[in-house]
Nanobody
């Protein structure tokens, strides 16, 4: 059963922008924290951005100032706005969700959406 569904990936030129969306299944009654991971070919999966229930957010150094994580106020939907994209941002991006702010590992994962940045 798919718990999180991502959309918005695709091919973009360097310097361009993409906006990823993530919608949680209705079967998930409450989500405290949401985040985005990515995995590039031949590399380990890395945490890109996290948004806590109180509104605070964290970003990986590689994306600070370029990516913004946000969340819709009325439903379990998250977004990742990606600006000034670089070829090294090419990866499969995964939406994640946590039932508690203090959880260090996501309980729910999306299936991933491919982002490809051409030089």
């Amino acid at each position: 059963q798919v718990q999180l569904v991502e959309s918005g990936g695709g091919l973009v030129q360097a310097g361009g922008s993409l906006r990823l969306s993530c919608a949680a299944a209705e079967s998930i009654s409450y989500i405290a924290k949401m985040g985005w991971y990515r995995q590039a070919p031949g590399k380990q999966r890395e945490l890109v951005a996290t948004l806590f229930s109180g509104g605070n957010s964290n970003y990986a150094d590689a994306v600070k100032g370029r990516f913004t994580i946000s969340r819709a106020s009325v439903k379990n939907t998250a977004y990742l706005q990606m600006n000034s994209l670089k070829p090294e941002d090419t990866a499969v991006y995964y939406c994640t969700a946590y039932p508690y702010d203090g959880d260090s590992y996501p309980r729910w994962w999306g299936q991933g959406t491919q982002v490809t940045v051409s030089s």
